[in-house]
C-alpha cells in the first residue's frame, strides 16, 4: 500500500508568517495533489504536479504556492498566512485515473 | 461544469439496517466515479471505483454502489451497517485534463450509526 506522510501534523501560524506544509509519498506516483477540507465544501484541489519540476493550478490556488523538487516530495507554501486558510490539508498520491492515496491531513490554525 | 452533489450532509441509520448515500454527477463524457470513506482524524481512503463497464461495482467493507447513465447518479448502498461504519463519505468523479487527472470530490455525508 502506498504511503503518503504528511508534516507537521498540527500548525499554529500568525496572521502574514510563512507556513510550509510537507508531503512525502514512497510509492513511486507520477501525481500528487494538495487539498483543504472545510465543512460545507469538501475537498477543494489547491495545487497538483505531474511528476518533479512540475506544479498545476487547482481551483482554488490563490494564496498558496506549490513545488515538488523531487518524485517524493511536494510542498504548499503559504507566503503570507490569513486566518481564511486555517483549514485541514490534504496531500495525496496516485497515477492518472487511478486510486489516490491520502496522507492523515495536517491541521492548520492561523491566528 | 464537472461537479459532484451529495445531496444528503448528514445521514443516521440504526445498526443492522440498510443504508443508501446518494451521489448526483455532472460530466461531460463517460466519468471514472469513486468513493472514498474519512474515518475520523484520518485521511480518505478508497471505497470503491466505477470504471465504464458493469453498472453495479463491489467495494470493500460489503459497500457497493451503482451507476446509472440515465439518472447521472453514483449512489452507495450497504445491505447492513456496522457501528464502525461511523464516518463520512465522498463521493469524487475524476477529470482527465492534460494527459492527467484530478478528483472532484463532493461535499460528503456524515454517517451516523445509532444502536
Known amino acids: 500500500e502506498a504511503a503518503v506522510t504528511q508534516s507537521p501534523r498540527n500548525k499554529v501560524a500568525v496572521t502574514g508568517g510563512k507556513v510550509t506544509l510537507s508531503c512525502n509519498q514512497t510509492?513511486?506516483?507520477?501525481?500528487m495533489y494538495w487539498y483543504r477540507q472545510d465543512t460545507g465544501h469538501g475537498l477543494r484541489l489547491i495545487h497538483y504536479?505531474?511528476?518533479?519540476?512540475?506544479?498545476e493550478k487547482g481551483d482554488i490556488p490563490d494564496g498558496y504556492k506549490a513545488s515538488r523538487p523531487s518524485q517524493e516530495n511536494f510542498s504548499l507554501i503559504l507566503e503570507l498566512a490569513t486566518p481564511s486558510q486555517t483549514s485541514v490539508y490534504f496531500c495525496?498520491?496516485?497515477?492518472?485515473?487511478?486510486?489516490?492515496?491520502f496522507g492523515a491531513g495536517t491541521r492548520l490554525s492561523v491566528l | 461544469a464537472q461537479s459532484v452533489t451529495q445531496p444528503d450532509a448528514r445521514v443516521t441509520v440504526s445498526e443492522g439496517a440498510s443504508l443508501q448515500l446518494r451521489c448526483k454527477y455532472s460530466y461531460f463524457g463517460t466519468p471514472y466515479l469513486f468513493w472514498y470513506v474519512q474515518y475520523p482524524r484520518q485521511g480518505l481512503q478508497l471505497l470503491l471505483k466505477y470504471y465504464p463497464g458493469d453498472p453495479v461495482v463491489q467495494g470493500v467493507n460489503g459497500f457497493e454502489a451503482e451507476f446509472s447513465k440515465s439518472n447521472s447518479s453514483f449512489h452507495l448502498r450497504k445491505a447492513s451497517v456496522h457501528w464502525s461504519d461511523w464516518a463520512v463519505y465522498f463521493c469524487a468523479v475524476s477529470m482527465n485534463q492534460g494527459g492527467s487527472a484530478k478528483l472532484i470530490f463532493g461535499e460528503g455525508t456524515k454517517l451516523t450509526v445509532s444502536s
Open positions: 510509492n513511486n506516483h507520477n501525481n
Open positions: 504536479s505531474y511528476g518533479a519540476g512540475s506544479t
Open positions: 495525496a498520491s496516485g497515477w492518472s485515473q487511478n486510486t489516490l492515496y
